[in-house]
Every structure is written in C-alpha cells, then in structure tokens.
C-alpha cells in the first residue's frame, strides 16, 4: 500500500495554528491526487482526529488511540476491538 503520512509536527497545533491547517489540507489534497492513503501521526486529542476526517484522513495514530505497546499486546487490543 503507499500512502503519505503526515508528521506529527503539523497535527500538534492544527487546533491553534492556521498554517498548519493549511499545510495538512494540501498535504491531504496532494495525497488524493495522487491516489496515495493519507495516515497522520501523533493524534492526541478527538478535536484533532475531528479536523483530519472532516479534511479526508480517516487513518491516524497517536496517544489518542494507545500508547506505543509490543506486537503481542497490540494483538490482543485488536482481538478486544479496541480500535
């Protein structure tokens, strides 16, 4: 699969800082273009998550969804379905 993915540097302040918010629509506009997935990193908070889905990124990671776990612990989150 190829995707892009948007560093978390630019989804830290998207709630705050306009540039950044620029910069990740056209990061996401570039990716569709394209035909690259989009996958942000560093999520932490829902207002964020929030901005990325309604800007078309639907894949992310980051302290929203669970800290950094060993691939045995993240095996069992997925067979909870905690994602």
Do not use: H, W
């Not at 629509?25 to 035909?35: D, G, K, T, Y």
């Not at 060993?70 to 989150?77: S, T």
Request: charged share 25%.
């Amino acid at each position: 699969m190829n995707q892009l993915k948007i560093d978390r540097s630019f989804i830290r302040d998207i709630a705050d800082d306009s540039g950044d918010r620029t910069i990740v629509r056209s990061i996401i506009a570039m990716a569709e273009s394209l035909n690259l997935n989009v996958i942000a990193e560093g999520v932490e908070s829902e207002q964020q998550r929030q901005f990325l889905l309604n800007n078309g990124c639907a894949n992310y990671q980051g302290y929203l969804f669970s800290k950094p776990v060993p691939i045995a612990e993240f095996n069992a989150l997925l067979k909870q379905d905690c994602f």
